[in-house]
């Protein structure tokens, strides 16, 4: 059901927003449903559930499937959900779809306004995207050596990736659902919005993999290990500036049995009217076969392409990255398609749009797919594309009264604030500094106005101080963003943003 969102979102984004007629589909039968608008079907006796299946070359013969139909590379079949599910183990992707009621598809056609100069703090944001920090992250999820959502490590690999987002100074929460009888996790951290902190933007990818030995060894660099860097790097990046707009990181679990972490997480925010501006899904972003042109693949339905607009306005303005649109209702592969069916706009970045093509990796859903077959520059481009795009539509606010503190951007090790929004009392912890005994916390607001200072005392280089927030303040303090920052370091010391809501 299309959801009508607060007149801050459907007003605001500033950037070039704005409604215009709906657009929506008729799906009383599956001849109207968008991911099936190329196939040639009648209504017939078709299941209330089917299955789109991406394989490179011929669909594997397996008994107890019925083909429907099918096009170059895409498969469209129906069956027990168990036995589609084994084409996932024999070099497939399935994904799911249902039937829709009338209106459960429909969604405002908006468009963008073009920018036509840079913003320089997403020039400074992008400017930090780089190989070693991307290859570093996809290296850590394949050092799990498998990270199927239903082999005995699901839970170790949720940990590693909410350790993660603490690195980074958020809080991050896990959003569980059930699936075959157990419960698995979603990771999901959010940066709120100083302006529009009830509008989301959302980032997300698939962390888990699968193989033809899915328990034992599913690597998964590119699928979806490179999706998964990509939400990370944005993340990390981003944290240390402040928006107008707030943003959500979320990393998926149960992709490989049909969207199942997406699916419960739209259904859940739809059913909670969650306003979210838009999604941006990062699923396989690194293969490069030499030889063939190396672009990154955006795929959006009708409804969604002011969005990818303005994702293309980011990667023109920001970056010399190849890319190519497609806006394709029928796209209805990858996480994106959940928000599609909830009425939300969605875009997929991919590698490669036909499956047939040379730049499809053919190690995917293989014990094979590795680091040796990932592009450098490739990777590195597309990560650039979402820096550059997601910083973008959030809208980054200067930090006007706290510029004087960093020289340079970059990261703040050295202080975390936990937890972080807080509503009364944070705890800052201070690490790295062996060579003091003692620090200063200055906590100030966007003006510059110094507005509590704490003292730490530090045993080998640590230490904690708590602040609670006094009502009676020479200060006041309204909801709304701040900043810490350990005084007297020799070198400069970049402020962490914390969040107050009263």
Known sequence: MFRIFS???????????????????????????????????????????????????????????TLHSQLDGLFLISGDEGTVLQLNLMGCSVFPIHRLERDQLSNPTRKWTELTETNPLVEQMVAQVNWEGISSKIQQLVDYETRFSMASNHFEVVDGLMDIFVSYSFTPTQFS?????????????????????????????HFDSISNDPYVS????????????????????????DFEYSIKYICFSGEEQGLKGSQAYAVWAAQNNLAIVGVLNFDMLGYWEPGVEADLEIEAN?????????ILNAADLYTDASYELHVYNGAWWGDHASFWAEGYTAVNHEEAWDWGDPDFNPYYHSTSDLMTYIGEDFMVDNVRIAVAAIATLAVPLPVSGVNSFNSEVGFNHNLMGNPNPFTQTIEFNVTGLPQLQNARIAVYNLRGDIIQ??????????????????????IPLSSGAYFAVVEGLECSSVPLKIMYIH
Request: glycine fraction near 10%; aromatic fraction near 10%.
């Open 177 to 205: 659902y059930e699936y075959d009888g157990i419960t698995l996790w979603n990771v999901v951290a959010t940066q709120t919005g100083t302006v529009y902190p009830d509008s989301f933007i959302v980032v997300c990818g």
């Open 218 to 241: 599913a690597p998964g660099a590119d699928d979806n290990g490179t999706g998964t860097a990509t939400v990370l790097t944005v993340a990390e990046i981003l944290s240390q500036y």
């Open 302 to 310: 009708e409804s969604s392409e002011w969005f990818a607009q303005a």
């Open 453 to 474: 200072m704490l003292d730490v005392t530090l045993i080998d280089g640590k230490g904690n101080s708590q602040w609670t927030v006094d009502a009676a303040s020479a």
């Open 7 to 65: 007149n801050l979102l459907l007003a605001v984004l500033m950037i070039g927003v704005i409604s215009s007629v709906s657009f929506g589909y008729d799906a009383e039968s599956w001849d109207d449903h968008p991911a099936l608008q190329d196939f040639q079907l009648s209504e017939g006796d078709l299941p209330d559930v089917l299955y789109l299946v991406r394989t490179r070359g011929n669909l594997p013969n397996l008994s107890g499937i």
